[in-house]
C-alpha cells in the first residue's frame, strides 16, 4: 500500500464521476492532484443510476447548459481519456397529464432552446409511436429531446480516472477522509497530506465532508430505489426514458426488462404501498404493464442541492472547493463540473 505525498497542489475528496472527472481536468492542466476515495472508485451514487446521460431537465436550462456542455466532452471522450465510450441513444420524453404542465413546458421553451437544448413539444399519438407502452388517451402532450443517451457511469469513471494518472495525479481508494484542519491538512487512517486547495465531490456526503472544514454546504442526502420489472413473455421494444411529469416515475429499456424509478416510500409510508403507488401509475401510463412484478434492482443515495440544483464554486475566506448537489444527474454534467473546478482553481 502506497503512502500518502506529503502535499499536493488539490486534493480531490470523492472518485465518483465528479470526482474523476476534477481530478482529471486538474492534472491535465499541470496541478499536482490527489484523489482520495473512501470506497472503490464509482462505488457511490455514480454505480446507482439509471445509466442515462441527457440535456433536457425540465424547468432547469442552467443544468440543460452544463449537460450539452458535457454530452459535447463525452462525444471526445475516447480521444481525450484513450478509453471507448458506448453512447447508445435512446431519447428522452416527459409526459404531461395536466394542461398547466404544457403551459409551463411552453413558458420555458426559448430558455431550454437559448441552453442548447434540442427539445420540443409532441402529441399524445406521436409520443405513443416513439414508446408504444403509453396509453395516448392517458396522456395530453409530451416533451421530447432525442439528446438522450445509455451510458455506464463506470466506463466514465474508469476513462476519467486512467486519464487522471496518465497526467500524474495519485488516486487512493479505502482512504477515509477523518479531518480538515483549518491550514487544509487532510486527516486520513494511512497519514496526512498538506493540501493547498481542498476540491470536494463526495456526493451524497459532501456535507460531512465539508462540515470538517467549518463550511456549510446546503446538499441533502436523498434515497432511491431502481427496481426491474418481471421479465416479459415477449421482449418489449427499446424504449426511451420516459418520465410522467406529475409522479416522476420514469421507465426505460434495461436488457430484456423494464427498468424503472420513483424516489422512495413518503414520511410514514410502507413499502408495500410505496409499490402499489408505482404499480398504480404503471397501470394507467402503460397499460401494457399492469400487473407486472416489481422487483429491487438497485438502491443507494444521492445528493440534492437547494431547488434541486447543483452547487459549484468556492468558499470566500478558504481555499476549499466544491461541486456537489446533482440530484442523480451527476453523469450529465461530470465533465462541465470537471472543468469548472479547474478554471476556478487555477485562475487564482
Known amino acids: 500500500m502506497s503512502a500518502l505525498p506529503d502535499r499536493a497542489d488539490a486534493v480531490v475528496i470523492g472518485g465518483g464521476v465528479i470526482g474523476t472527472s476534477a481530478a482529471c481536468h486538474l ?10 476515495e473512501r470506497g472503490s472508485l464509482g462505488g457511490g451514487a455514480s454505480a446507482h443510476t439509471a445509466g442515462m446521460v441527457r440535456t433536457y431537465f425540465p424547468g432547469d436550462p442552467r443544468t440543460g447548459a452544463l449537460a450539452v456542455r458535457s454530452l459535447s466532452a463525452y462525444r471526445d471522450f475516447a480521444r481525450r481519456t484513450e478509453a471507448p465510450l458506448g453512447l447508445k441513444r435512446l431519447g428522452f420524453m416527459v409526459l404531461f397529464t395536466d394542461e398547466r404542465q404544457i403551459a409551463d413546458f411552453e413558458a420555458g421553451l426559448q430558455a431550454q432552446r437559448a441552453a442548447g437544448v434540442d427539445i420540443a413539444l409532441i402529441s399524445a399519438p406521436e409520443a405513443s409511436a416513439l414508446n408504444p407502452l403509453i396509453d395516448e388517451r392517458a396522456v395530453l402532450a409530451a416533451a ?24 500524474g495525479a495519485r488516486l487512493f481508494t479505502h482512504t477515509p477522509v477523518t479531518r480538515i484542519d483549518d491550514d487544509n491538512t487532510v486527516h486520513t487512517p494511512r497519514g496526512s497530506i498538506k493540501a493547498d486547495s481542498v476540491v470536494c465531490t463526495a456526493g451524497p456526503w459532501s456535507g460531512e465532508v465539508a462540515s470538517m472544514a467549518s463550511v456549510d454546504l446546503p446538499v441533502t442526502p436523498h434515497a432511491i430505489e431502481m427496481l426491474f ?3 416479459p413473455d415477449a421482449p418489449h421494444h427499446e424504449i426511451p426514458m420516459t418520465m410522467h411529469a406529475t409522479s416522476g416515475l420514469r421507465i426505460r429499456s434495461w436488457r430484456d426488462r423494464i427498468l424503472l424509478a420513483m424516489g422512495m416510500p413518503g414520511a410514514g409510508e410502507t413499502r408495500e404501498a410505496w409499490l402499489g403507488r408505482v404499480a398504480g401509475h404503471l397501470a394507467t401510463l402503460f397499460p401494457a404493464l399492469a400487473g407486472t412484478g416489481l422487483h429491487r434492482a438497485w438502491s443507494g443515495d444521492f445528493d ?20 456537489a448537489g446533482f440530484t442523480g444527474a451527476g453523469l450529465c454534467q461530470a465533465p462541465a463540473a470537471g472543468e469548472m473546478l479547474r478554471d476556478l482553481l487555477i485562475v487564482k
Open 144 to 167: 421530447w429531446s432525442p439528446e438522450a443517451y445509455h451510458v455506464d457511469g463506470l466506463d466514465i469513471v474508469r476513462g476519467y480516472a486512467a486519464a487522471a494518472r496518465n497526467h
Open 304 to 323: 440534492a442541492g437547494p431547488g434541486n440544483t447543483a452547487l459549484i464554486g468556492e468558499h470566500p475566506t478558504r481555499r476549499f472547493l466544491y461541486a
Open 27 to 36: 492534472a491535465e492542466a499541470g496541478v499536482n492532484t490527489v484523489l482520495l
Open 229 to 231: 420489472t418481471d421479465v
